[in-house]
């Protein structure tokens, strides 16, 4: 990874903002408030901002390999039918040459009048026959065609892979959906986008999230991605800092090259080890209490992947949704407390816990890394599917009373990547819902959790996540639910005009 390109040779002040703050040429907070003028000296650069100046935000889980093949495949997010998602299936694929894949993503049958998971003959007469891979908005399972599963050998004899279901007909076969680990049997044969096209379609990405305001985001994402990030990099490419969580299969090559968490630099960076333990509310995957869902990853195999990351000290990002998936991470994670000075480990979405383990983060310091929007999409599905157990959802508010870090993002592209829109449903959405009012955070502590939160859990305290001299000078200043301008590193990444 190349270093940072040269800075300026002057101080720069940002006026006009709440608060003012001065930075030195090579981007860190130099004087914040009163001082910032003085501070700054009479050559300084001035910049002027108009608004609230935050910490930069960030967001703590994000996946810009799925975001950027977005932007190059069919966009099904916001379908209201089933109809609609084949028709733009349909107009997709008279584009396209015979045989063509067609891949797209975002679609959620729960917003369709008709529910029910769709199938594999109706995407056949849509897509004129062609291969067919449409994955839903969660990314937990994916709607294919027959020419798809002929590509990539799935029929009546093959048998659900180990965390993983195939959908069947009456007759045995393949009804068209395959959920979880099933997923990587059609996604191995499909094409992926050659590699400018790709880095295109990622350096736009990264600019759409400066714009949001943005200042760091972590990715969970394989290797191809982190190569691309590389790449950008190299040529000065990042508009703000990133940070990679690598995917557990490809631990044992991390373990061999001594891969360690916190390499890189300030701009990008390797931190954790990315890891399913279920699967979603949206797909009925998730692992409860009670023995319902999917579990992805038995727990001897959790407890020695656990055990491996600690030893080569590499953090862990255990996703888990359902309370029985988030108990399990807790207890595979108790054994290990203190495992090594930067031991930080994270469950990722915990967006249902039972009561008693919401102390158990806190106590075995575990990170409850986090995404707001997700209770403002999955209100009425999470009553629907989790009766009686809403108020242990989105448990945002009781994990904070009780000490445990927070650390929040937006899980894009599943949801929204705006952190303005976190914080809404982290805070005032909640309460106006009057949905678990009592679950809501304040806004000064859902801002602790997009900044501070963030960074700490990638070990990035001491650069980023607050206002202070000598940290990095990264900035969102905002006006009131508008984002004015992005501060990274002392630098504008973007601001309104």
């Known amino acids: 990874m190349s270093p940072r390109s040269s800075a300026a040779s002057a101080n720069t002040w940002f006026r006009g903002c709440r608060p ?32 609230e100046a935050l910490p930069g935000l960030g967001d703590a889980h994000l996946h810009l390999m799925w975001m950027s093949r977005q932007r190059l495949e069919v966009e099904l997010g916001g379908t209201r039918s089933r109809e609609e998602a084949l028709r733009r299936v349909t107009r997709r694929a008279q584009k396209l040459p015979r045989g063509a894949w067609v891949i797209g993503r975002g679609w959620n049958n729960d917003l369709w009048r008709d529910r029910a998971f769709p199938g594999r003959v109706e995407l056949d007469q849509a897509a004129g026959g062609r291969p067919v891979i449409l994955t839903r908005k969660d990314g937990h399972s994916a709607w294919v ?25 009456p007759s045995g076969g393949p009804a068209g959906m395959v959920r979880e ?28 999230l400066v714009r949001l305001g943005l200042t760091q985001v972590h990715t969970m994402d394989g290797p191809d991605l982190f190569a691309a990030l590389q790449r950008l990099h190299r040529g000065g490419g990042l508009p703000l800092r990133v940070t990679w969580h690598l995917p557990m299969h490809d631990l044992t090559h991390a373990e061999r090259l001594g891969v360690r968490s916190g390499m890189g630099d300030v701009r990008l960076r390797i931190w954790g080890v990315k ?8 797909s009925r995957t998730a692992e409860m209490l009670g023995g319902s869902g999917v579990q992805t990853l038995p727990q001897p195999e959790l407890e020695e992947l656990c055990r491996r990351c ?22 595979a994670l108790e054994p290990l407390q203190g495992a090594w000075p930067r031991w930080r480990p994270r469950v990722e979405h915990a967006q249902c816990i039972d009561a008693a383990d919401v102390a158990r983060f806190a106590e075995l310091g575990v990170i409850a890394s986090m995404q707001p929007v997700h209770a403002v999409s999955d209100r009425e599905l999470a009553d629907r599917e989790w009766p009686g157990r809403t108020q242990n959802a989105y448990a945002w508010r009781p994990l904070q009373a009780a000490g445990a870090v927070l650390a929040f993002g937006s899980d894009a592209p599943v949801e929204d990547a ?37 960074a700490y859990s990638a070990g990035m305290e001491r650069e980023t996540g607050r206002l202070r001299p000598g940290l990095l000078c990264d900035l969102t200043v ?14 504008v990444s973007w601001r309104a005009r």
């Open 20 to 51: 003012e703050v001065a930075a030195t040429p090579e981007g860190r907070i130099l004087a914040v408030g009163p001082e910032a003028r003085r501070a700054a000296g009479r050559d300084a650069e001035v910049v002027e901002l108009g608004g």
């Open 145 to 169: 065609s027959t020419a798809a599963l002929k590509a990539a050998g799935v029929d009546r004899d093959t048998a659900d892979p180990p965390g993983g279901v195939i959908d069947r007909e």
């Open 181 to 208: 680990r099933a997923l990587d049997l059609v996604r191995r044969v499909v094409p992926v986008p050659g590699e400018a096209e790709f880095d295109a379609a990622l350096a736009a990405v990264l600019r759409d």
């Open 275 to 282: 890891a399913f333990l279920d699967g979603s509310l949206g």
């Open 310 to 331: 600690a030893k080569a000290e590499l953090n862990v990002c255990l996703h888990a949704i359902g309370d029985g998936a988030v108990r399990r991470a807790l207890d």
């Open 418 to 454: 705006s952190p303005l829109l976190g914080l809404s449903a982290a805070t005032s959405w909640r309460r106006e819902a009057g949905w678990h009012p009592e679950l809501a955070l304040t806004r000064a502590q859902a801002l602790r959790a997009y900044t501070w939160g963030v």
């Open 478 to 491: 905002v006006d009131g639910e508008m984002v004015r301008a992005t501060i990274v590193g002392g630098r």
